[in-house]
């Protein structure tokens, strides 16, 4: 029970390797004994009813859910190094300060993840967020705070993404931006694996978590 251990990832390994996991809620088993892979160039789309357990897998992914059995593998890194450095999470809840204005919000993130200025600026041209910089966050759309969310991924280059339903208060336009910069990150080799109710916008591996594959 537990995460695997070792040193570093391997081109032509699987960025990320679920084996035999065992996840509760209380005393309601989510799923048992779930496996899967996650390979560089890839996206994973998890299906499956309400309450199947797809954010509860993500988050024991993440680090903050400590699984009942089974291994979380990153290739061959340690899982701290592998969450603090190659990975980024995306909740259902965007994780903003709602009272700091949205340039502040965004340097902060940024400057935590380790973000340079020009994957900053980088990230604020892509997703159209220079009109929205000086208003505070509480001030900003769901689909605004999604967008700017979303720019600490850009901003900071790492290679595995995990998000929660990432298109849920974006219309049309954003939901198609949006797929086009996740399609581009898996051309590049990353990998994604998103917790979705509608088809992901990306070339993605459906897996139905109630049936394990």
Not at 75 to 99: F, I, N, Q, V, Y
Not at 145 to 150: P, S
Not at 184 to 204: C, F, S, Y
């Amino acid at each position: 029970m537990g995460i695997e251990r070792g040193s570093q990832l391997r081109t032509g390994s699987p960025m990320l390797t679920v084996s035999g996991l065992t996840l509760s809620r209380g005393e309601r088993v989510l799923f048992r004994d779930l496996s899967l892979t996650l390979a560089a160039g890839e996206a994973v789309a998890l299906t499956g009813a309400n309450g199947a357990g797809k954010t509860s897998l993500l988050r024991a992914v993440a680090g903050f859910l400590r699984p009942d059995a089974g291994t979380i593998a990153f290739g061959d890194l340690e899982p701290a190094e592998a969450r603090r450095r190659h990975l980024h999470w995306l909740g259902h809840l965007d994780g903003l300060k709602s009272a700091r204005r949205a340039r502040e919000e965004l340097a902060f993130q940024a400057a935590w993840l380790g973000a340079d200025a020009a994957g900053i600026d980088a990230a604020v041209d892509l997703l159209a967020l220079n009109s929205l910089l000086d208003l505070e966050v509480r001030q900003l759309s769901a689909g605004q705070r999604r967008r700017l969310a979303f720019a600490r991924l850009i901003a900071t280059p790492r290679p595995i993404w995990l998000l929660d339903e990432p298109f849920a208060p974006l219309d049309a336009r954003w939901r198609e931006a949006l797929g086009l910069l996740m399609q581009a990150h898996v051309d590049k080799g990353g990998a994604i694996l998103a917790a979705v109710h509608d088809p992901l916008p990306v070339t993605a591996r459906a897996f139905d978590i109630g049936v394990g594959r």
